[in-house]
């Protein structure tokens, strides 16, 4: 059973416009989230986080923004560049000591 | 520091046959994560290591798959036998704790045949 969905598998977004990149999760006794970003042949990277007690998080280009009554989370980059074209991971976690990451599917997107 | 390190970048191996991938992680860091990339099922979390001891096993599909951390500069995870279902890429993370993000290596591309 996924716990972290990414439903959207793959989206195209115009250079200069918004690229919204979507994720909802399961399991309310996540509170800490992480994207992720992927280009071929390489391991993921860190992009940005945001704990539950944050509605909104911020670090230039990107923004999180997550609903924990929804159990969703997104992420937005505005504008778009072509050199953000990769695979989008969300992962969540729960503090209290698991550490444990669990990730969604990927989103690839295409500027 | 160099990264999360992982060796070899491409395994290909014939069914039957004994597969070892093998991690470094970033120094310092005492959490230590194998994944799995499939196009089904993403990212799937195999097991972790806090400290070099298991944490959690639950990720590893079978009994084929064991995974060892005998210090804290090494880990392995290691198929025995390999079937054609295991080729996917297998990811090595490694974090430090209280940091919450985790570091992942480039990878190791395995193909059974």
């Known amino acids: 059973d996924q716990q972290v969905k990414q439903n959207s598998p793959s989206l195209s977004v115009q250079e200069g416009r918004i690229s919204i990149l979507n994720c909802d999760y399961t399991?309310?006794?996540?509170?800490?989230f992480l994207w992720y970003k992927k280009y071929p042949a390489e391991g993921p990277t860190f992009l940005i986080s945001i704990s539950s007690i944050k509605d909104k998080n911020e670090d230039g280009r990107f923004t999180v923004f997550l609903n924990k009554s929804a159990k969703h989370l997104s992420l937005h980059i505005v504008p778009s560049q072509p050199g953000d074209s990769a695979v989008y991971f969300c992962a969540a976690s729960a503090l209290g000591g698991t550490y444990k990451y669990i990730f969604g599917t990927g989103t690839r997107l295409k500027v | 520091d160099a990264g999360v390190i992982q060796s070899p970048r491409h395994e290909v191996t014939e069914m039957g046959q004994e597969v070892t991938l093998r991690c470094k992680p970033i120094?310092?860091?005492?959490?230590l994560f194998w994944y799995r990339q499939t196009m089904m099922r993403g990212l799937e979390l195999l097991i972790y290591f806090n400290n070099n001891v298991p944490i959690d096993d639950s990720g590893m599909p079978e009994d084929r798959f064991s995974a060892k951390m005998p210090n804290a500069s090494f880990s392995t995870l290691k198929i025995q036998p390999s079937e054609p279902r295991d080729s996917a890429v297998y990811f090595c993370a490694s974090s430090k704790g209280a940091d919450m993000v985790a570091f992942f290596g480039q990878g190791t591309r395995l193909t059974v045949v």
């Open positions: 399991n309310s006794m996540f509170d800490y």
């Open positions: 120094s310092g860091h005492d959490y």
